[in-house]
């Protein structure tokens, strides 16, 4: 007669109930027990899974740092870290947006308080972002239903961050280039692109513009696409984009940005949330606590660094995130199968 | 030795004794996820007892006990990177109906050494067979890919089968213990237990039990799903509202 292998016999011998090896503990099978040392774990109620408090927030302050040295928004370093770390990407664009409002509303008010926002301006921008925010999350939601979400968000990552911190690199180390040699740099004002002959003129007296409003839109169009599609605020776009395309005066272009930003993404945690229910609340808020904490730290170290110094470093930070999702494009990947849930199954 | 086993099953078949009843225990009816979950210990205890209305006084082994415990299901979708023009893109996917998003199996020995592989098959006990056939992948896709859902959710410890995870205690009594992890999926979840006795079930039985989010978390999760508008009209409150405190705090 075989017996199980694991048997134990009570037969004529108490059973082996005192483990001697354990320590004298009442004898289990040996598992690997769940960590419950580990401290401060928060579950996450939309991603299902649990996260360490301290990374959330720590990353959020390193982050917000970050943004408030650079006077960026910080979505795109903070989708990408949350992604590498393991949360599923609908869930760390949509939350990410939540995270982007916090970050650009103190800086928005400040602004407004000290009137450096052409209210005029930013009403185009934000209507155009937020039928643009509409447009963007439609899509996501289609991508996500193909199965191609991640693959447009890394080549966007890529296209976008590799591009724009070229530019800035180059940029900045053209600048720091000249003021070693002493010249002083002046930025031609007043060139006129082929645009400014569109029609629909509109005047805008904060900015000192009397420009067409179609350009103005589509700049609100494109942002909003692309932020509600990978969850940034698309601040590093917009302000280039009104500098150099709509030449807005310096003194509003920020507090402008700021406030599109604000509105649009607003705009699209709502649209994220009623769409994909995928914004996880307690994941932005640990995000915006540190990012919100992070980034007035951040700002007063700014002030130590000038401003081509602090472009050049903003760029190779860019450009080391675009590396980052170049290389999962193109490097042949660990495992080329990956399964993820759909939808809800019938009764069991 | 096979024509032993086969010779010992035949006889065991015949004995009418071979009926019992199987009396068990689950340390909970309901896993709850609270703020701080980090996964949680099961214990499945039991006891094979003789059937009911038969003169039988005690059952005689020896007995194998296989505990399988089933999540909620789920529709699932298993898909493959290929190269596309130097790019690693997402091209291929099989879409499988009613996948448990949770399938472990807890034996007292080596399955093959319990039963044969057609009992394994038709208790569906098996957690390579769960996705199934997907309908319009036809049978070869539908295998490869389904073999890949139970890999990837393998390796996160959702499916498995752990072959001495069931111990006797003496010869009628079993306890097991089960690990869910802290990702576990939510939903109602069934645990099967099955008693073999020379490769055949003598006794079976099937228990539930729940995973779920409680309190905040149950909110939150509920929330999100049934008044997405104003969940969403929320974050962005609270947004806005951090955002101006960290003004106002900081004097930005």
Redesign the interface.
Known sequence: ????????S?AGFP?P?VDTEFGGRVS??L??????G?A????L??A???VNLFFLIGIGGAVGFLSGLFGVGGGFLLTPLLIFSGVPSPVAVASVT??V???????A??YYRRGMIDLHLALYLVLSGILGAFIGVYIFSVLRAM??L??VISLGFVILLGSVGSLMMTESIRSILKRRAGIVVRREANQHNWFHGLPMRIRFKKSKLYISVLPVLVIGLVIGIVGSLLGIGGGFIMVPALVYLLRVPGNVVIGTSLLQV?AMM?AT??????QS?S?D??L??CL??GG??G??FG?SAGQYLRGEQLRALLAILILLVAIRFAA??????G?????????????? | MAALLVLSGWLCWTDPASAARLVSLLSTDTVQ?????????LSFFGNIAPDAGTAERYVEG???VVVVV?G????????????VW?????TE?V?F?????YFRVLS???LT?ITDPVTLATENILPEAQPGLSAEAGWWRSTV?GR??V???GRRGFYGLDE????????TVY?????L???T??G?Y?ALTYVFKDGAVVARKSEGFGVR?IGF??F??TA??QQ??L??????T???F??????VI?R?
Request: proline share 9%.
């Open positions: 007669m075989r017996l199980p292998r694991n048997f134990r009570i059973a109930f289990v099978p598992f690997s027990f769940p960590p419950n580990q401060l774990q928060v579950y109620p939309i299902e899974l649990s939540g995270q409002v916090a970050a650009s509303t103190s800086g008010l400040s199965g191609q991640d693959l604000v607003g945690t709502i649209l994220h949330a009623v229910q914004v609340i307690l932005a808020f915006m606590v919100t904490v980034a007035q700002a999962g494009l193109l490097i042949a990947p495992d080329p199968f990956s399964t993820a849930v759909i939808g809800p199954g019938g009764v069991l | 996820i609270t703020s701080s979950f980090s996964g949680e210990t020896p007995f194998h089933i909620p299901t789920m529709q699932r979708v298993a898909r493959r990177k290929s190269n130097g790019l690693w893109l997402n996917q879409v109906d009613d996948v448990p998003s007292s020995d080596k050494e890919f890949e859902i890999r990837l959710l001495n995870a069931v111990n006797f205690q003496s010869d306890s097991a213990r089960l690990t992890p802290s990702d999926p939510p109602p069934i989010k978390e149950r939150l999760g999100a799903r997405p508008l969940y969403g009209v929320v974050c962005v609270l947004a806005v951090v955002g101006w405190l960290g003004g900081f930005r």
